[in-house]
């Protein structure tokens, strides 16, 4: 018999041919996972997929066998995931294998952890006997005297190779236990300090009535988490170790991790009855579930509409019928509240997964979805791929969120993917947004998705009201904030309400200039200005992580006549302390979520009434709800709004109006300030009407004059190297061979030019945009141009990336 199979390391569009031993053939099927050998003395054996078999045939020649199978021939991969993968690589233009990786969780791609050791002793052994061959007396001896071996070291004591069938039939005897072994390397950890004895107010006061600063460090201890941090709210590391020495504080070491904590949870709250527009939606699901084809929704709800409980209704059906679902998330880390909600409905029928799991949890979290121990994969875009079978119900929540995309190949994007997904699948699949894409908004409008609409809020609640603040016209109290605006911050904390702000920069200053010589520092690997952050007084570059020490004086002629331009959101927490010396501000943004269960905690706090004020970057604007928030104000609304790039302005609608729902989302009315400074954009006009159906008619119009997405297809081929010269001669040549290659009338190409970006962590970069106005064409074309490419300027280290649906355009 013949497998035909896609191999690690062999990047081929075709399936390869391999030979199937006999004693192999009723154990193994499509999706299983096995050892391939090619032919020749020195080709080395790597894992492989098996994507379909046939009986041998004359005019099919074998390039290698199959040697071993892993996992006992059960499929690793499902028969509609293995089609999605294809699929995949056609789509977004990688090899097969390459699409299978993303499929695949590490661990399952090695085999070099692989253990193997002796089963405890039973008196009888279950299921059919296990013969007693040399091989397995032998490999029996051996782990009686040693133990525990990997399969690679067995191997050696044997001298022999591909045991992995035969451990599979003694595992199944009960006679020895195969499993993964995983590295571990010690966690980073960071200093923080709390108190070790006993103190109250009273007692603190008087014991420090002669160190201001150890006491205002105390009482930040007594009000607050019970932990502070060297550098931050004020509190010099200097203090900390006196208090220390004195015996009032303690060290200890913080693991730093972005993993998403179980730390926050929600008291369990009892779905009432939905409203008359929740039950019209979720009939219209369930009827479309009950009747097990693929059926795709754009739910169109406003913030606080209550789309999260339309899908855990929908989740209750799709179980209770027998079948499983998907539920993707932007980013895990940011969503404590929803994933806590799921949670409290289906416990351990749930598996959340997230990117800063080690690669055991990775591994134990597939096995645990892969067996049917859990029913819901909840998780970020990877997601996707859960080993789930017979999935009733895909749901992607903020589906216009580009977090979506992947980064690297291959650059899928994790919405269209779960489409595709539910196809194979015959599944519904629920796309939900209070800012739709463009591109789900014009599927729906076209009869491509049916499109279900949530206009207003639950329990009545009324939308914010939006007023926009014209920082040219306004006096202001400190660089940062208008009167206007400080006016309305003040008012609310009078009256005990609470306060969201978005600044959409982290760091103290977006850069920092010298008005004496006019020097600005840049990174010398991207050559972008550098970012200083007062924490630690560093310069660091936000693209490829290069940091150096700031001393307060230029860098280049020492002197410090400095000039902090465009405030990031350490300097505002420093404004909002000045201002409102009695306050606790939360500062929640990349730097002040790195520890372990911090993303968490600050939200705790904030839930809890311990601060009224909770600052940050994008991250304040993303599923949060807490009903005594009455004011949201974003510092510079035009944040990104001048950048080279035609989705600038369906970026900044989606973020303002994602953050202005995070105010008034109970029986308090909430109102939301936009301080700006560039107020002419018409995006302003559709913000304050609050029309997303007016902005996306507006701003489609323009795009479809230009032919851009959704009304044509983008493909950006990226070429890279730390030769300059080599990067744009290579991309001339790419943009050479695509016109001769080409229609102009299927499509229109666009440079090659210097990326907007022109140079990142000391690579330069060069693309070439295609602009289709129809399907992708001449995919296979252009696949053999980027491995031409990369091979005839390998010595300057060319990279060629293609980027299908690019997402950023930088």
Known sequence: MIAFLYAQGHLRDEPIPATLPLEFENEVEPGSQVIFTPEGRHRKSVIAYIADLAQDNESTQPEGSITDILNNGTP????????????????????????????????????MQDMVEPEGFRLQVQGSKVVATSLRKAILGILAREQRLTVRQLERRLGKKNLYRTLGAMQAGGLVRLGKSFQTTKAKTRTAYRLCQHLDEENASSLLATAPKQLEAVMLLLKGSGVLFPDEQGIRRSTLEELRKKGITEKFAVEITTAFSNQFSEPHISIRQLTVEQQAVLEEMKKAAAAQTFAPFLLHGVTGSGKTIVYIELLKTVLAAGRTAIVLVPEISLTPQTASRFSQHFGDRIQILHSAMSSQEKYQAWQKLRTGKASIALGARSTIFAPLENIGAIIVDEEHDTAYKQDRTPRYHGRDTAVMRAKLEGAVCVLGSATPSFESYTNALGGKYRLLQLPNRVDH????????????????????????????????LEKKEQVILLQNRRGYAGSILCQECGHIPTCPHCGIPMVYHAAGALLRCHYCGYALSYTNSCPKCHSENIFYRQSGTQRIASELATLFPGEKILRMDVDTTGTKGAHAMLLKEFRDRNASILLGTQMVAKGLDFPDVTLVGVLMADIGLSVPDFRASERLFSLMMQVAGRAGRASKPGEVYLQAYDIESPVYRFLLNGSYEEFYHSEAAIRKELGYPPFARLISIECSSPDEDAAATAAHELGKLLNEALSCDSCTILGPAPAALACINGRYRHQVVLKLRDRLAATTYLKKVQYYLAGRYAQNDLRVIIDVDPQNMM
């Open 76 to 111: 690793v991969i499902t028969r509609p995931n293995f089609r999605l993968a294809l699929w995949m690589a056609r789509y977004y233009l990688v090899h097969p294998v390459e699409a299978i990786g993303a499929l695949l969780p590490a661990p399952l791609k090695t085999t």
């Open 461 to 492: 609640a009324a939308m914010p009201a939006l007023k926009l603040v014209p920082m040219l016209e306004n006096r202001r109290i400190t660089p940062s904030l208008s009167e206007t605006l400080y006016l309305q911050i003040k008012a609310r």
